[in-house]
Nanobody, 121 residues
Framework: QVQLVESGGGLVQPGGSLRLSCAAS????????MGWYRQAPGKQRELVAI???????NYADSVKGRFTISRDNAKRTVYLQMNSLKPEDTAVYYCNADVRQRTYTPREPYWGQGTQVTVSS
């Protein structure tokens, strides 16, 4: 089994910063893309940022220039540094990882349990 455990959410004022972390553990041969998604109340889950195993990144237009995704492959951990936070960034943030558990088995997506980020004064 594969587990993704997120941390770092919380309440922050507009203009503030938070750093989310997501550590993968379990039966893992390789981790490919890792990413962060978010879901606000009444809305669909949306991609926030994604990073390949080689370090290439892609961001949603709404967070470009404010959020930075990074990863530590040795620690099997992905991070999301969020700066200049806005009330519209309020959502549950989910970590996602594309994982191959064993040789010759297919890659599969795994999700964390989610962490709440609330931006409010």
């Amino acid at each position: 089994q594969v587990q993704l455990v997120e941390s770092g959410g919380g309440l922050v004022q507009p203009g503030g910063s938070l750093r989310l972390s997501c550590a993968a553990s379990g039966s893992i041969l390789s981790i490919y893309d890792m990413g962060w998604y978010r879901q606000a109340p009444g809305k669909q889950r949306e991609l926030v940022a994604i990073i390949t195993s080689g370090g290439s990144t892609n961001y949603a237009d709404s967070v470009k220039g404010r959020f930075t995704i990074s990863r530590d492959n040795a620690k099997r951990t992905v991070y999301l540094q969020m700066n200049s936070l806005k009330p519209e960034d309020t959502a549950v943030y989910y970590c996602n990882a594309d994982v191959r558990q064993r040789t010759y088995t297919p890659r599969e997506p795994y999700w964390g349990q989610g962490t709440q980020v609330t931006v409010s004064s």
